[in-house]
């Protein structure tokens, strides 16, 4: 930080509303609280980049953000409020950073952006969608489609998601009969969508029976007559689960009810259709995922929300007699004072400062203070820099090995994305690939993430011995190579509402942003009382004419 | 902080945009479905209703001029600038199209010679055209003036398709761009293949497409009939069955797979050169004739059938496979040692005064002019040895193929039996007939038992009994059935009638809207299982021993709605429908020795139902009673003819002259009794039965001896 030129005084110093960091929920924050047009609000960020644990970044800083360790808080000296130092706690471990060909890196050093949370990709139809739409953040972001998605399993085959009409008619793997099946199954869930949504009609036929809704969706799969291959298409590419349904005694507590499934499928399906230039179900953010942060920000900063990067907060400020909340010191030696206050999940109060605090303090701190991990899951991250694509003519893709699929103690889903050049995060020829699971301790969920490189990815091989193992296994050639390996474990912390002090979520464990979004939405309500997020403001946005007429141009 | 951004190419990158007219929940159905079909029409608002009144004013004002203009026959440039101005608010504005064809016309006419000029006029028609259609892009004028310049020769065909896939990627199944593609390919010389390839690639980015699979069997029905390279049916069509099955598999409930799977079915079903598929007197085959007016009652008690005829003639039937043309004495030989058949007459029997029929007859002497003693004739028939038998589709027969069969003639015996009246109750034994006898009798030549479609058929019903739940897919499997049945070389192996019968009553249960379709082909199935070998034909066969054992079959009491497999029973002299639910005698025409004819209990609903009896030269009994002549006032089928009034035929004849309001009033009866040679009629329990159409009908069947079983004369 010493290499850092001096701040700048911040004027005003007193604000509604201080958020600190700028993952996605607290940009959404600011976007909203600022939207709102009632509330100042000042947004920091430690760090020299937007996006926080939801960041894209090249591989340096992404490799230094994941070994950062929690820094010493300089000494505070203040008179007239109690300060209580904050520290950075890291999010990460087991970090391990392989570099295989340094040369390649170096020579496209700058044409990395590399997801902090992947893999991380967003339904068409998925709730942040909406909010982008509605905010207008949408207009600094584009997307592109991923392509395909896949299930894979040890032997290497990676098979399509028949997850559409159209995909269900070209797959090459699917017998006749299970594709009528499928069909029917989804056309069911359809009809139950269609009929829920006239809702309350007591003459509309319930497709699904009550019991039916409350019973574990696997077993109502069954119930349909799926067999054991579209069941788990249907559970783990299509609904996107992570853990093994199959064993409901075992894992009690992660059994998915159909309800739930049906919600699932409906979020699937939806997204299919939603925008007509998209093809498929997903989609991914051009430059990264980091891109969609920085798009709030962005909307905030339309809105009045002062920006101020690389600035740490360094200790909050509690009013002496109360113990109530009052504002925080920032790195830089000002004091800024606010309403509320919302941090970054990895920030908390300093082990040493704990004891000496009252109850009363404690209690406006509250959030801040470390418990027991109330989730004893962490979500084991694999990124693999690869050149090759893990399928052929196929860029941007998404592979889910199911539980047991690629070994048989393997418990959870192990999710892979691959993005390729056309979305701006590597230089062309290259993949990022991620891979991701949730797991209950590191080894565990390192095991499964290594297992799924090894079944989609070529290691290294030394020169001397290249030759060999090319002639010895054909198919081993058209495998990808891993050039950049990154390996961590990311603790699972959830966001809080605390009155004064609250804190925003971690990146979780699904492909989507839609518990992220929730927990957001929650909080602004929490935070704001019952305001609207977001008032319909945006609607710059031309409708599309709907007459019969279509253009034509020569 | 995003260094280097512009060193990637971004191909079209996906802006978020709120589409609203997307916004409704319609996940799985196809992209140009929602955007083109099933939308409502919103009711107009006030605002919006005044903005209509005004353009229609103008629009009102505008037809006004341009009518004025074109009745002047002006073409001047302000003329025709006012006609596009017309044609762009409303493209339907056909004679504004013609206008500018005559403009266009006018100007070509005095400046042939300038090309410069003649591109920029006809290049400023296709734009009119494209103004117009991006008004309405269904609009048949403007797509017809497209097709009207570009026959003008313009060079620009090539731009054409390229314009079409932008279009038709806009709205795929718009069937016009699809019938502007055909159009504009036929221009190009672009080749079938490519097209049937840009038909793979529509269907497989939406099969709900059916214009697509619609143009892929026309493309194909192409390619196949020329046998262009690696087009072969035995190679394609199962190919193809592949194809569809992904489609119809994938959406039971989307029709256009289900079309295109019919249409394969009729492909591997059908083949496209004429078949002979059966003839009378059949090959092998040994008849007896006898003549004249003592045919009835033959005083010979053998057991022998005899078919005489008081036309001294017999008719030889050939059956095809197929409606055929040119079937003559230069394309049949037939050498007999019948005098007085040197130049035989063939004529197609059919409905409609056409030169195609499936059947064709000519009649054979045999009555000599000294006495006649038994004997033995040969006669041979030979088939297609010269070219000019051709399917409606235009393929020639080209197997030739020809048969042998002897003709004993028998003595006449003279008595008078015009007293005789046959009864359909009495006077039947069962025919104790060899199989052997019957197999001469209803002798196939199946030439068309190819592999590969028995092949393709037996998979198809495999696969098929899967979607057997639905009415789509029982509808297919019995089709299917009813495929092998038709091409399996012995008819009985293997084929489930009773599957088939089965499937059809489920379906006129769970389908009654179409409950008549179903009730025919149930009853086309009943009759090809009767027919389906001799065991089970032989159940149905008698011989009436009043008319020398005439071979009689009793089709009654089955339900029949409809008369099939008529080619296997060419042999039939008598033939008892009565107690069915028939509700027109069409198909019967080819049964030429038929001479007795109980249709008695049916539903028949008027005289133009029995219009195929005319073609009968041998029917002399006819039992029409209990039927529903006569009850409906406005009968349909009538317009089917042409009118009375038109046909001043009728007024020159002789009964039509004396009985004017007679025949007026009964003027279906007529035109069908007056070619009947009836001897005995049965019109009770009709509603047209009574004291006056009892006193019209011998006006006009003057031949007639018994009518509702009283004796006419004394």
């Known amino acids: 930080m010493s290499d850092l030129p001096p701040y700048p005084p911040l004027d005003p110093t007193t604000y509604d509303l201080i958020i600190v960091g700028t993952g996605v929920p607290s940009s959404i924050l600011a976007a909203a609280a600022s939207s709102s047009g009632s509330s100042s609000v000042l947004h920091l960020d430690p760090n020299p980049f937007y996006g926080s644990h939801f960041a894209s970044l090249s591989l340096p800083d992404l490799t230094s953000f994941l070994n950062s360790n929690s820094l010493p808080p300089p000494p505070s000296n203040t008179h007239d409020f109690l300060s209580v130092d904050l520290v950075n706690r890291s999010l990460y471990s087991s970090v391990e950073i392989s570099t295989f060909e340094p040369e390649t890196l170096e020579q496209h050093s700058r044409t990395f952006n590399i997801d902090l949370c992947g893999p991380r990709a967003v339904f068409c139809a998925d709730e942040s969608i909406n909010l982008m739409l509605k905010s207008g953040s949408n207009n600094y972001v584009e997307f592109k489609s991923v392509d395909a998605s896949f299930v894979g399993d040890s032997s290497g085959d990676l098979r399509n998601v028949p997850d559409s009409r159209g995909a269900i008619f070209k797959d090459k793997g699917l017998t006749l009969l299970e594709k009528n099946q499928l069909m029917k199954f989804f056309k069911l869930v359809q009809t139950h969508l269609a009929s829920s949504s006239t809702e309350h009609d007591q003459t509309a036929v319930k497709v699904m029976s009550e019991e039916d809704m409350e019973s574990p969706f696997v077993e109502f799969l069954s119930k349909m007559r799926l067999p054991q291959k579209i069941k788990s298409i249907i559970l783990y590419g299509i609904a996107m689960l992570d853990h093994d349904q199959d064993n409901i005694e075992e894992t009690c507590e992660h059994v998915l009810k159909t309800k739930e499934g049906i919600d699932r499928l409906a979020l699937y399906i939806t997204s299919i259709s939603r925008f007509s230039n998209a093809h498929g179900a997903l989609m991914y953010p051009m430059y990264g995922q980091g891109e969609l942060p920085q798009a709030f920000c962005r909307r905030a900063a339309v809105k009045g929300c002062i920006y101020v990067l690389r600035m740490p907060v360094t200790s909050l400020l509690l009013d002496k007699e109360t113990g109530g909340y009052k504002g925080v010191r920032l790195a830089s030696g000002q004091e800024i004072f606010s309403q509320k206050l919302v941090l970054d999940p990895s920030i908390t109060v300093g082990v040493e400062s704990l004891p000496s605090l009252t109850d009363q303090q404690k209690e406006t701190l509250r959030v801040l203070v470390p418990k027991a991990v109330s989730s004893k899951e962490k979500i084991a991250r694999g990124i693999c820099i690869i050149r090759g694509s893990v399928k052929a003519d196929i860029s941007n893709a998404l592979v889910v090995y199911p539980p047991k699929s690629l070994f048989p103690e393997q418990l959870t889903a192990v999710r892979v994305l691959q993005l390729g050049s056309g979305l701006a995060v590597c230089p062309p020829d290259i993949h990022a690939l991620y891979l991701s699971t949730v797991c209950g301790d590191d080894n565990q969920g390192k095991t499964a993430v290594l297992s799924a490189i090894s079944t989609l990815i070529r290691p290294q091989v030394p020169e001397d011995l290249q030759t060999d193992s090319i002639a010895e296994n054909d198919t081993a050639v058209t495998k990808p190579v891993v050039i950049w390996r990154a390996l961590y474990v990311q603790e699972l912390v959830k966001g809080e509402f605390g009155g004064e002090i609250s804190s925003t979520s971690s990146p979780d464990g699904n492909l989507n942003y839609n518990e992220i979004v929730e927990s957001a939405m929650k909080l602004y309500e929490q935070l704001m009382g019952n305001k609207e997020l977001f008032k319909e403001e945006t609607e710059n946005t031309a409708e599309e004419d709907d007459g019969d007429g279509v253009e034509i141009e020569d | 902080m995003k260094p280097d951004r512009n060193k990637f190419s971004i191909e079209e990158p996906l802006s978020l945009s709120l589409d609203r007219s997307r916004d409704d929940f319609q996940p799985l159905s196809s992209t140009s479905e929602r955007k083109m079909h099933g939308r409502p029409r919103k009711a107009y608002k006030p605002e919006e209703e005044a903005a209509s009144a005004s353009k229609a004013a103008k629009l009102r004002s505008l037809q006004t001029q341009f009518m004025s203009i074109h009745h002047h026959k002006i073409y001047t440039k302000e003329a025709i600038d006012l006609s596009r101005k017309l044609l762009e608010i409303n493209p339907e504005a056909y004679t504004a199209w013609n206008y500018r064809k005559l403009a266009v016309e006018d100007t070509l006419s005095r400046e042939e010679s300038n ?92 099969f709900s497409n059916y214009s697509a699979w619609h143009n892929r069997s026309v493309l194909l029905s192409s390619l196949l009939a020329r046998k262009a390279e690696g087009f072969t049916p035995n190679e394609k069509i199962p190919e193809e069955y592949k194809l569809v099955h992904d489609a119809i598999f994938t959406d039971e409930d989307d029709q256009s797979g289900w079309f295109y799977h019919l249409w394969l079915l009729d492909q591997t079903v059908n083949v496209e050169t004429p078949l002979l598929t059966s003839s009378w007197p059949s090959h092998g085959s040994c008849i007896n004739l006898s003549g004249g007016d003592g045919c009835l009652n033959d005083s010979s008690s ?291 020795l038929i001479s007795c004819l109980n249709l008695s209990h049916n539903r028949i609903r008027s005289f133009s139902a029995l219009d195929s009896l005319r073609h009968l030269k041998q029917l002399r009994v006819l039992d029409v009673s209990h039927n529903n002549i006569g009850e409906h006032s406005v009968d349909t089928t009538r317009y089917l003819c042409s009118s009375p009034l038109s046909n001043s035929e009728w007024t020159e004849d002789e009964v039509g002259r004396q009985m004017t309001s007679l025949v007026t009033k009964y003027w279906d009866a007529y035109f069908v009794l007056r070619d009947l040679d009836l001897k005995q009629l049965d019109i009770a329990g009709n509603v047209i039965a009574g004291d006056e159409f009892s006193s019209f009908v011998p006006q006009v069947v003057p031949k007639l001896v018994w009518l509702d079983g009283q004796k006419l004369r004394s």
């Not at chain 2, 026959?151 to 398709?161: A, D, F, M, P």
């Not at chain 2, 099939?564 to 008892?576: H, N």
Request: proline fraction near 2%; glycine fraction near 4%.
């Open chain 2, 115 to 206: 090309q410069d000029l003649v591109k920029s006029i006809l290049d400023e028609e296709l734009k009119v055209v494209e103004s117009a259609l991006r008004q309405n892009f269904k609009s048949y004028g403007a797509w017809h003036h497209r097709k009207w310049v570009l026959s003008k020769g313009h060079s620009s065909v090539g731009n054409e398709l390229r314009l079409l896939d932008k279009f038709q990627s806009l709205d795929s199944r718009n069937f016009h761009a699809w019938n502007y593609r055909r159009f504009a390919v036929e221009l190009t010389n672009r080749s079938k293949q490519d097209e049937l390839k840009y038909t793979e690639d529509m269907i497989s980015k939406d």
């Open chain 2, 302 to 592: 053998s057991k022998l059938t005899t078919f005489c005829s008081d036309l001294g003639s017999f008719p030889l039937i050939l059956y095809f496979d197929q409606p055929v043309s040119g079937v003559s004495s230069s394309t049949v030989a037939v050498d007999s040692e019948l005098r007085g058949n040197e130049d035989l007459v063939w004529e197609p029997v059919s409905n409609k005064n056409s030169r195609v029929s499936c059947v064709w007859v000519a009649r054979l002497n045999y009555m000599s002019s000294e006495p006649c003693f038994p004997k033995e004739y040969k006669v041979k028939v030979r088939i297609g040895n010269s070219p000019g038998i051709v399917s409606s589709r235009g393929c020639n027969f080209s197997t030739p193929y020809e048969f042998v069969f002897t003709a004993h003639v028998h003595d006449t015996v003279r008595e008078d039996s015009q007293e005789v009246i046959v009864s359909w109750t009495d006077g039947f034994d069962i025919w104790d007939a060899q199989s052997k006898d019957l197999n001469f009798l209803v002798n196939l030549d199946q030439q068309m038992g190819l592999k590969w479609r028995q092949e393709a058929i037996e998979e198809e019903i495999e696969l098929f009994r899967a979607l057997s739940d639905s009415k789509i897919g029982k509808l297919t499997l019995a089709r299917l059935l009813m495929a092998k049945a038709m091409i399996s070389e012995n008819g009985v192996k293997g084929v489930h009638y009773e599957e088939i019968l089965e499937l059809y009553s489920d379906l006129m249960v769970l389908d009654s809207s179409h409950y008549r379709y179903y009730k025919d082909e149930h009853s086309v199935a009943l009759l090809h299982k009767v027919t389906s070998s001799t065991e089970s034909l032989s159940r149905y066969l008698f011989q009436y021993r009043d008319i020398n054992n005439s071979i009689c079959l009793r089709l009654n009491n089955l339900s029949l709605s409809r008369i099939a497999s008529v080619e296997k029973l060419l042999f039939v002299q008598m033939l008892d429908l009565s107690h069915n639910e028939l509700h027109s005698t069409e198909g019967l025409e080819a049964m030429q």
